[in-house]
């Protein structure tokens, strides 16, 4: 599998709930935890949420996130304008023996 | 705080080989739980493993590039390099380098990246 599956685009209005999802396959998500992580319009990534549902000093509450079996799931409540960007799943993928990524979301805040 | 710098020429010819350093200050490179690597993410797209290298020069790196990258550390002068043979047009991105958990994708911190442009 050369990447994991995210839809290309989502988009909510401000204070909306919206979810981004991520499949894969046993020998990355169904076998490894899954990081996600944010991209700002011109700046490098970063991490947004690890260990499936973990979220690193910093990051609101308002992001959380969760996995079943070969699927993942990112939830953003509350949206706010300034979470207008591309999210991308990660799963270390046992065959790669390495990094996985998903092909990216771009959130569009309405 | 650990901070990685990207430096490299901007432009490679086709066919030429791509030369990237990432200089690392802020912290230690010599730890067991880390891995420095290498991503790309071409324009408009999204993120591309390349490759990555323990402080003692254990490397894994992506099968389809592979038979072009060699990955290098060296730690007394606190940075490690990419080289990537044989460019073309489709080697054409932002090249990142990071630092992450080993054997995971925790990547905890990122360079700036650097653009570098293969004409086609």
């Known amino acids: 599998q050369s990447v994991l599956t995210q839809p290309p685009s989502a988009s909510g209005t401000p204070g909306q709930r919206v979810t981004i999802s991520c499949s894969g396959s046993?020998?990355?998500?169904?076998?490894?935890?899954l990081n996600w992580y944010q991209q700002l319009p011109g700046t490098a990534p970063k991490l947004l949420i690890y260990?499936?549902?973990q979220r690193p000093s910093g990051v609101p509450d308002r992001f959380s996130g969760s996995k079943s079996g070969t699927s993942a799931s990112l939830a953003i409540s509350g949206l706010q304008a300034e979470d207008e960007a591309h999210y991308y799943c990660?799963?270390?993928?046992?065959?790669?023996?390495?990094?996985?990524f998903g092909g990216g979301t771009k959130l569009t805040v309405l | 705080q650990l901070q990685l710098q990207e430096s490299g020429p901007g432009l490679v010819k086709s066919s030429e080989t791509l030369s990237l350093t990432c200089t690392v200050s802020?912290?230690?490179?010599?730890?067991?739980?880390?891995?420095w690597g290498w991503i790309r993410q071409p324009p408009g797209k999204g993120l591309e493993w390349i490759g990555s290298?323990?402080?003692?020069?254990?490397?894994h790196c992506n099968p389809s590039l592979k038979s072009r990258v060699t990955i290098a550390v060296d730690t007394s002068k606190s940075h490690f390099s990419l080289k990537l043979t044989s460019v073309t047009a489709t080697d054409t991105a932002l090249y990142y380098c990071?630092?992450?958990?080993?054997?995971?994708?925790?990547?905890?911190?990122w360079g700036q990246g650097t653009l570098i442009t293969v004409p086609s």
């Open positions: 990660a799963a270390w993928d046992d065959s790669l023996n390495g990094p996985l």
């Open positions: 046993s020998s990355n998500i169904g076998s490894n935890t």
């Open positions: 260990s499936n549902h």
């Open positions: 802020g912290d230690s490179m010599n730890s067991t739980y880390y891995y």
């Open positions: 290298i323990s402080y003692s020069g254990s490397t």
């Open positions: 990071v630092r992450h958990l080993r054997g995971t994708c925790y990547i905890d911190s």
